[in-house]
């Protein structure tokens, strides 16, 4: 099984106040834009994830598998599973090519 | 980053903690010698603690006061860590002998800096009062990376050091130091009655930063930080990613023994209690902490081409020199 695994190094929070008014702003039909919901501090720099970036960070916690990911990201949006599925691998790819994420290899 | 900064973040980065204003020196420029207030047993450490992890504040860095003469260091940054938390502590290094740096590693320290003021040994116990404490504080940054630790080397520029920066950068090299923090002289406690005798002038503040930001920009083996937001308008000033003008109040906060919370070291205005008080409250509504979120240019920020970058300078400064957090920064040159 390979699970996904967040960069120890790295410290991160989730904005909570950001994340709720986001959340608040697609239950109400409004776009939710790029806001950073999670931010992450890399040597010095931040960067921000927006909220389904952050909502799968979070759950990159050594795991779960991607495909478990997407299944639970499949409750909160309503989305096509391809698409839901092709965005989320888009995302975590970019993320491991950065060093941020590895494939814990460990098998159970 | 366009939105402002309490919508930005949910709580501080960073909690500037002084568990004692005890120490074991009585240095020329330090903030702290005159405060007085009362110390926290460990149990109501552990609490603020866990107030810190819960509000997801994710530094914590030890100062005072000398973090080492608390006897429970060790065992506070032990369940920090187990909280998650990242801590860091600043010391004088006396107490930093091989025995210490061993704890300080095994109770989890992400790094810690050593105060050095002066390459020149003389120079350095003068400031400090207090002979032989060069020697012991070069001992400590050996015995940090000895232990395996990483250490950084704080020096607060004054007249003493201003010109011969550059030995302080090499001692940091010898002694496998990997960040240099050259930190802004702050007029507060001591260092302001002494600021006669210790501060330069506007001219000579920007005579210092013009050369140490070209060596920091020629240095690659060794990290070189300032930490003075008045720097804005000269060449090589770096954009600060994560926030504007003075970041106290914004990323960081401070704690004083008791539990009472500053903005920073420097400003002595309490705007709550961690433990008394609700912590959203204080950080969102604190009349004091959204002052300084908002300054208003005055003075001759009024039409200044870098006010938005450097937003009146070090408040500190000017809340000390003035009593108003919105004046010019005294050290500003323009
Ligand atoms: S005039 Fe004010 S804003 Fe401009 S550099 Fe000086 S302190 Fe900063």
Redesign the interface.
Known sequence: MKRLQRNPDI????????QQAVIDRLAAGEESGD??TV?L?ISG??HQLNLLGGMIWAQCDGSRTLAQIVTQLQAEFDVETALLQADVQEFIDDLIERGWLSYDQSTD | ?T?PLT?????P?TFNWALSYSCNFACSHCYSREEQCDELGTAELKQIIDRIAAH?V??INFGGGEPLMRKDLFEITAYARQQGL?VSMNSNGWLLDRAAAEQIKASGFRSVGISIDSAEAALHDDFRNRPGSFLRAVAALDALAEAGVRSTMSSVISRINHKSFRDLLDLAREHRVSQVYLHNFKCSGRGFKNREDLDLTPQEWKDFYLVALQVKQETKDLLISFDDPVIASLPGYEEN??VKGSSCGKLSLNLRPNGDITPCGFIPLVVGNILTDDFEEIWYNSPTLNKMRNKEAKGKCQGCNVYEDCLGGCTARAFATTGDLSDPDPHCWK
């Not at chain 1, 929070?13 to 950001?18: A, M």
């Not at chain 2, 919508?7 to 709580?11: I, K, M, N, P």
């Open positions: 410290v991160w929070r989730v904005e909570k106040r950001r806001e950073g931010i501090l720099m931040m | 980053m939105n919508e930005q973040f949910s709580a980065l997801q994710p530094f990242n990613p994560l």
